[in-house]
């Protein structure tokens, strides 16, 4: 599905809202906790520490050894960083500068 469509979606909208409802860390913890498995969780920290170590400089073959994703994993992670919607690089500044 075409991201510009899936953020058209009702659904879709009313979940990344909800997202931006959330006060702190124990509600984020609560709904992840709802909404996905814990494989799932692991999933999305992992994608996280990728771009934090892509965005540090580490070569794709160290960030695999070091976080156990997959190539196409890494891959993936390097493409959404370096891409248009800035959703990863968003983020690390924020971690970065503590908000």
């Known amino acids: 599905m075409d991201l510009e469509k899936l953020y058209q979606n009702e659904d879709v909208h009313q979940l990344v809202h909800a997202l931006t409802l959330l006060g702190d860390e124990h509600e984020v ?4 906790a709802d909404l996905c498995t814990p494989r799932e969780i692991c999933d999305f920290a ?3 520490q990728v771009a934090r170590l ?5 070569p794709y073959v160290e960030v695999q050894t070091r ?8 891959s993936r ?4 960083l ?4 800035g959703g990863y690089r968003q ?5 970065e500068d503590g908000v």
């Open 77 to 80: 992670v390097s493409k959404a």
């Open 54 to 58: 892509l965005d540090e400089g580490e």
């Open 91 to 95: 983020m690390l500044i924020r971690l």
């Open 29 to 32: 913890e609560a709904f992840l």
């Open 82 to 85: 370096n891409g248009e919607r």
């Open 46 to 48: 992992q994608r996280l």
């Open 67 to 74: 976080t156990g994703a997959s190539s196409t994993t890494v």
